[in-house]
């Protein structure tokens, strides 16, 4: 069965310091997410990525965010400086079509110290 | 802005009983809401999911009852194993939009 692919599961990085978390979605959905959960808390909502460009995006993803398909199959998050309030688990989540299931990967876990 | 509240927080069971997981909301726009378990480490992995169009769906020991009136859906999982232990998220829609948005999560212990 196909499945959401992530690496790396684990990343520790020093504050101010850039991190590229790496994705590759199921091959024939066309849309892509990133989502984050702070350790014990409710899964939310970053951004949604379709025709190579950003289709949505909540008030997390600020300037320090960005998101890229390089390629035809992997889906980049970059947080350009990093915070200590960065720390979580980042999931990425892909779709056949708008509103659609959204299957998830298993996640990145993001330390900043 | 709280658009998904999920109730209880923790829910301890026998094995062999029902789980009930309760969820409300607010904007009349959602019309797809999945349920998602999340074993520890790992991503939300979807379980069932229901349309406002029915009042009940049933997969296996799982089942989505909707009350639309109401604005509430609830998860039921009869005879709970030790094996659904788990954290449990509701989830909601709309036609059109990219973000899920989640409940705060139901921790679920099923106790041999």
């Known amino acids: 069965e196909p499945e959401v692919t992530q690496t790396p599961s684990h990343q520790v990085t020093q504050m101010g310091q850039e991190v590229i978390l790496r994705c590759v979605p199921i091959s024939n959905h066309l849309y892509f997410y990133w989502y984050r959960q702070i350790l014990g808390q409710k899964v939310e909502f970053l951004v949604s990525f379709y025709n190579n460009e950003i289709s949505e995006k909540s008030e997390i993803f600020d300037d320090q965010f960005s998101v890229e398909r390089p390629d035809g199959s992997n889906f980049t998050l970059k947080i350009r400086s990093t915070k200590l309030e960065d720390s979580a688990m980042y999931f990425c989540a892909s779709g056949q079509g708008v509103a659609d299931t959204q299957y998830f990967g298993p996640g990145t876990r993001l330390t900043v110290l | ?112």
């Open chain 2, 1 to 112: 802005q709280q658009q998904v509240k999920q109730s209880p927080q923790s829910l301890i069971v026998q094995k062999g009983g029902i789980s009930i997981i309760n969820c409300a909301y607010e904007n009349t726009a959602f019309d797809y809401f999945p349920w998602y378990q999340q074993f520890p480490g790992k991503g939300p992995a979807l379980l069932i999911a229901i349309r406002p169009d029915v009042s009940e769906k049933k997969e296996g020991r799982f089942t989505i009852s909707f009350n639309k009136s109401a604005k509430q859906f609830s998860l039921h999982i009869m005879d709970s194993q030790p094996g659904d232990s788990a954290t449990y998220f509701c989830a909601a829609i709309s036609t059109g939009a990219n973000n899920l948005f989640f409940g705060t999560g139901t921790r679920l212990t099923v106790i041999p």
